[in-house]
């Protein structure tokens, strides 16, 4: 099998893990509050920029920061939670619900989210990681050889 001369979307992420953090908490938070302002509680739309931002990130990081993204999935869930379980535990779980139990509460309603979206993400980086090893093969033996599928 042989690479493309040009590079492909796996291999097109250059930014830092901690933009890719930060860019992160933005947007989740900003996903909960859009979801909020909607339907008064975190839900389906909520889930979906989840999984869809949990792939964005693992496409658009560094090879060098793939850690970073590799375990930003479920920190970045339960930082948005445990802010929503201070601010509106309502909007996560029951309105007598305490702090810890809303979190626990919100993770598990939206566990299915945090699942999807962590596997997509570890599968990208996965793929970067083989494209990347075969593209760096590829140039070693030379631009007249072709690798074995």
Do not use: K
């Amino acid at each position: 099998m042989s690479l493309p001369a040009s590079r492909t979307v796996w291999e097109e992420g250059h930014e830092s893990g901690r933009e890719m953090a930060a860019l992160g908490v933005a947007l989740a938070l900003t996903a909960a509050a859009l979801d909020l302002v909607l339907g008064g509680q975190i839900g389906l739309l909520f889930d979906l920029a989840f999984v869809l931002l949990c792939l964005a990130l693992a496409l658009a990081v560094h090879p060098r920061d793939f850690f970073t993204v590799g375990v930003l999935p479920p920190i970045l869930m339960l930082a948005t939670f445990t802010l929503l379980a201070m601010t509106r535990s309502e909007s996560i779980a029951r309105a007598e619900d305490g702090l810890v139990q809303a979190i626990v509460s919100g993770l598990s309603h939206h566990s299915l989210a945090l699942v999807i979206g962590y596997l997509l993400a570890l599968a990208v980086l996965v793929v970067r990681v083989r494209v990347r090893v075969q593209r760096e093969s590829l140039t070693r033996s030379g631009p007249g050889r072709r690798l074995r599928a």
